[in-house]
């Protein structure tokens, strides 16, 4: 099977405080990762409205804090439907300022028949509304140092999914976020155009396969063939660096072993083969714990920094398999 896991190599930097014991380098990746439901290849079209009450008239001057800001539902749900639509998940989405009327103004939760109405009249087969848009801000200083005042915005955005032919909601979301903005020059008409624009973003993993920016982080001292394969990842030469990473893989010294199994595992992450990375990531975690060493005082065993380092790592691969077989369940629709 195809494997759909696309990773980009991003800028690499020097990082020497995650395992005290050994030099380590960190770079970027950026990964597709599964939408959070998975729905039939047949579901093809969805429009989106907006479903929020009118938003926050702003100050004419300056922000207003402590005070919680109605976000502008309908850049919310521009901004949402443009990102499902630059996915190209969906063959068609919609966005409409179709009124969806008030069958319920307090969960703005609407009747199967004003659905029924608004697919028809959209032509779509599922439905995706925005219902709650709302910034809560407060005033702050970001660090005690710091003499310049920032204003916090707590977001949360609801949107829930209709499909046809059903009495309640299909998915019910709620995102919540954190954002912060320089006091200088701020109003509450760009505290909630922002929040806005942000919150369109937020929703939008429900739906649709997403990038998603991870930091990984791979051995590059401890002898002359983890320096020459650090050489050869600055200049993007991953084949090259793995058959520095074999050398050392295949020496007689257990802890370059070690460091090397776990730098093969990454090299084996970026080609796209998981079971693989998982292989050698394991196996550099088994070799990890026979640096163990007993507790001062006490008969329990003391992991090694590099052992929880490795197990970290080896935790985020199985997450990312799993992710894998549900993102290659979704994008079959592109092979029919």
């Known amino acids: 099977m195809k494997q759909y896991l696309l990773i980009l190599l991003g800028s ?30 047949t579901v093809k079209t969805i429009a989106v409205i907006d479903n929020t009450e009118p938003a926050s ?24 439907a443009t990102s499902i639509a630059d996915a190209n998940y969906f063959d068609k989405v919609v966005i409409s300022s179709t009124s969806a009327g008030n069958d319920n103004p307090k969960t703005r939760v ?9 697919l028809e009249e959209l032509g779509a087969d599922m439905l995706l509304t925005v219902d709650k848009a709302k910034i809560k801000t407060r005033s702050m200083y970001t660090d005690y140092r710091d003499e310049l005042p920032y204003v916090s915005g707590a977001v949360t955005v609801q949107t829930r999914l209709y499909m046809p032919g059903r009495v309640k ?34 929703a939008m993993k429900h739906v649709s ?21 650090a050489v050869s990842m600055r200049e993007n030469d991953w084949d090259l660096a793995f058959d520095s990473w074999m050398l050392d893989y295949k020496g007689k010294s257990k802890k370059k072993k070690m460091r090397a199994a776990y730098n093969i595992g990454l090299y084996y992450e970026m080609k796209g083969d998981m079971q693989t990375a998982i292989k050698y ?9 026979g640096n163990a060493r007993p507790k001062q005082d006490s008969t329990l065993m003391r992991l090694p920094e590099e052992w929880i380092f490795i197990d970290r790592y080896l935790n985020t691969l199985q997450q990312k398999e799993l ?14």
């Not at 970027?28 to 599964?34: D, N």
């Not at 998603?212 to 590059?220: I, T, V």
């Not at 992710?323 to 029919?336: G, I, P, S, V």
Request: charged share 20%; aromatic share 10%; proline share 5%.
């Open 57 to 80: 008239i702003p100050a004419l001057n300056g922000v207003t804090v402590k005070t919680t800001l109605q976000a502008d539902g309908s850049i919310v749900a521009e901004k949402l």
């Open 323 to 336: 992710l894998l077989q549900k993102l290659n369940l979704q994008l079959e629709r592109f092979n029919e």
């Open 169 to 202: 909601p299909f998915q019910n979301f709620v995102d919540r976020d954190t954002l912060y903005w320089p006091l200088v020059e701020l109003t509450d008409k760009i505290v909630i155009t922002e929040a806005s624009e942000y919150m369109g973003d937020m």
């Open 110 to 118: 609407l009747h199967p028949d004003t659905v029924k109405n608004i």
């Open 209 to 229: 396969p997403y990038w998603n920016e991870e930091g990984r982080y791979y051995f590059s001292g401890g002898s002359i063939n983890m320096r020459d394969a």
């Open 281 to 289: 990531v394991q196996e550099a975690r088994d070799m990890a714990v």
């Open 12 to 41: 690499i930097v020097g990082m020497t405080s995650c395992v005290s014991v050994a030099t380590v380098e960190e770079f970027s990746v950026e990964s597709l990762l599964p939408a959070d439901i998975t729905f039939a290849p």
